[in-house]
């Protein structure tokens, strides 16, 4: 098998006069990876071009071995693909449905309905396979739409938005199967989703794009560490001012509904400074302690939004 | 048990890359028109000028024993090229064809495009061609079915019953009249069909507009006839441009004074001007928003 799932080079996009991507460098490896990033970035493009319904004007790349350029439908063999829209076709019953799009991808009639059977299983649908899927729930079709990407088994998976329209306890089963699927079973995983809590539960990795460029890329944990440090701080004594001598010192604060202090320091930021604030201002720290930036937190700074 | 735990197995099979992929794409077509409310009936009713005409067969060879009943219809049992033109040009047929496009063609592609279903198609290996194909094959194959198959069943049966060959000695261009004519008809009617169903992402509308090209274009006709009474407004009907060419395909004496090759250049634009349709309205590229 491929080392990386898909490796980019310089990938360059435009419709008409508006570039939607730009020397877009990217590599992925195996597990799960977050593709991030605001409306507008160019993440659909970027998933346009890796199913081969676009060509770069520039730059090359390869999706699991194949050139996006040259060999679209050898990348669709080998991928499977999750829209974000409600997709399905009436009148059909989920094993037909499942079935049909297995032998569209190539496989005999027989050996696309047993494995439909499967896959509806796996995913939980074996109880309600022969229902027909008007009938279905918002958290069924995304289960059926997870189905019929996994159906030919797919060595990557493209997940557009997989929890959209879900309620909590229907998305924590399929953030678990994800998991599972990207973990367990040797499938590779993009996931392309706007909830970065979901990124966090299910990757590894993430490319974050803004404005047709990478703005980061890598390991979740190593990028999180990259700039600053977060602590939590409870303080006894005049808020306010300690506050803005915070915000002259250039740390970031965010403060909890439950009076819990969340201080962003900068890179070279010695933490004993806060004490030394704290100490001139007569206030006590009563609570210290280091945690862990969140991928919220990570993604509003890189995009540059609050 | 979690659903996780239910385990996922991997499938040790090769897809195949030297398939036909429009085939279960005209399957599947073909499949939910049986499901449809009425089909049968609808197809049912669409072979019952097949079956008159089957036995319009058998009674032109023993006219002598049917004298009494066909009176002076004589004239309508002779097996000949008019005979074909009158089973495959009759209103009745046209009208029941039209009804079996609308239920099982009006939704074809605006099913899809209502259900975001496109983008399903086209992310696995196949081709805009591959999934016309497929859509087109579905209506070919039941309108192949009222023409192709009864004209065939025509011939067989005049073979059998006279016990000769004579029909075919006669007139040996049939056999490629009947098959050129169902094909003709096949592809236009298919392609009719589904440019209209491609406009709508509802099938509703899709069917009323597939109904109403039809019959107001024929609305036309006998309006701008009744005032200016020029044959040439034929042209203006979908339905007397298929009657025209029909006769002219089967060698037979036209409906209306005028060439039937223009009819004939009328079918053809109206068949690529559907065609282009389609290739506008169904694009790979627009499948992901």
Request: hydrophobic content about 50%; proline content about 4%; glycine content about 8%.
């Amino acid at each position: 098998m491929e080392k990386s799932s898909l490796e980019l080079r310089d990938i360059a996009f435009s419709y008409g006069p508006v570039r939607a991507l730009q020397g877009v460098t990217v590599r992925i490896e195996e597990g799960a990876c977050g593709l991030l990033g605001p409306n507008g970035a160019g993440k659909s493009t970027l998933l346009r071009i890796l199913l081969g319904f676009l060509r770069p004007d520039g730059g090359e790349g390869q999706v699991l071995g194949h050139d996006i350029r040259k060999d679209a439908f050898g990348i669709r063999r080998l991928v499977g693909y999750m829209p974000e829209d409600d997709c399905f076709l009436p009148g059909m019953d989920a094993v037909t449905f499942t079935a049909y799009f297995g032998e569209l991808a190539g496989m005999p009639r027989q050996e696309a309905m047993k494995r439909a059977h499967d896959v509806l299983y796996y995913v939980g649908l074996g109880e309600a396979r022969y229902r027909l899927l008007e009938t279905y729930s918002a958290g069924m079709k995304q289960r059926l739409k997870l189905a019929q990407a996994l159906v030919h088994d797919p060595k990557l998976l493209f997940l557009d938005e997989p929890t959209a329209n879900l309620d909590p306890q229907g998305r924590v089963e399929i953030l678990d199967l994800i998991k599972d699927i990207s973990s367990k079973k040797d499938i590779r995983v993009l996931i392309s989703s706007h909830i970065l809590t979901d990124i966090e539960v299910t990757c590894a990795a993430v490319v974050i794009l803004n404005q047709g460029r990478v703005a980061a890329q890598g390991d979740l944990a190593a990028l999180r560490q990259i700039d600053y440090s977060l602590y939590e701080l409870r303080i006894k004594g005049e808020k306010e001012p300690y506050l803005q001598a915070l915000g002259r010192a250039r740390c970031r604060v965010q403060e909890t509904e439950d009076g819990l202090l969340k201080v962003y320091l900068p890179a070279a930021f010695d933490r004993r400074e806060l004490f030394r604030l704290a100490a001139g201002l007569g206030v006590q720290i009563r609570h210290f302690v280091k945690s862990r930036t969140s991928l919220e937190d990570f993604f509003a700074k890189t995009v540059g939004v609050d | 048990m979690p659903i996780a735990e239910q385990g996922y197995v991997h499938w040790d099979g090769r897809l195949d890359v030297h398939r036909r992929p429009w085939r279960p794409i005209a399957r599947l077509g073909i499949r939910l028109a049986f499901r449809r409310k009425f089909f049968k009936f609808v197809l049912g009713m669409a072979f019952l000028p097949t079956l008159v005409f089957a036995a319009g067969v058998y009674i032109s060879e023993r006219i002598d024993d049917f004298q009494e009943m066909i009176r002076n219809a004589g004239e309508f049992l002779v097996v000949n090229p008019e005979w074909f033109k009158h089973f495959y040009a009759s209103d009745y047929l046209l009208f029941w064809m039209l009804i079996i496009m609308v239920l099982a063609g009006a939704g074809l592609i605006s099913d899809d495009l209502r259900h975001n279903a496109l983008q399903l198609y086209f992310a696995r290996p196949l081709r805009k061609k591959d999934y016309l194909q497929g859509k087109l094959f579905t209506l070919a194959f039941f309108l192949l079915l009222l023409t192709l198959l009864p004209g065939i069943l025509f011939i067989l049966l005049k073979i059998i019953f006279s016990g000769s060959f004579a029909f075919l000695a006669e007139y040996p261009w049939i056999p490629a009249s009947v098959a050129g004519w169902s094909l003709f008809v096949a592809g236009f009617f298919s392609l009719y069909t589904l440019a209209i169903s491609s406009l709508s992402r509802n099938r509703r509308y899709a069917s009323i507009l597939i109904i109403a090209a039809y019959f107001l274009s024929d609305i036309f006709f006998g309006i701008f006839f009744g005032i200016f009474r020029d044959p040439h407004f034929a042209l203006l009907s979908i339905k007397s441009n298929l009657q025209q060419v029909a006769a002219a395909f089967l060698g037979a004496k036209p409906f209306f004074d005028v060439p039937w090759e223009y009819s004939a250049v009328v079918l053809v634009a109206l068949a690529g001007l559907a065609a282009y349709v389609l290739t506008r309205r169904v694009r790979g590229t627009e499948v992901i928003r």
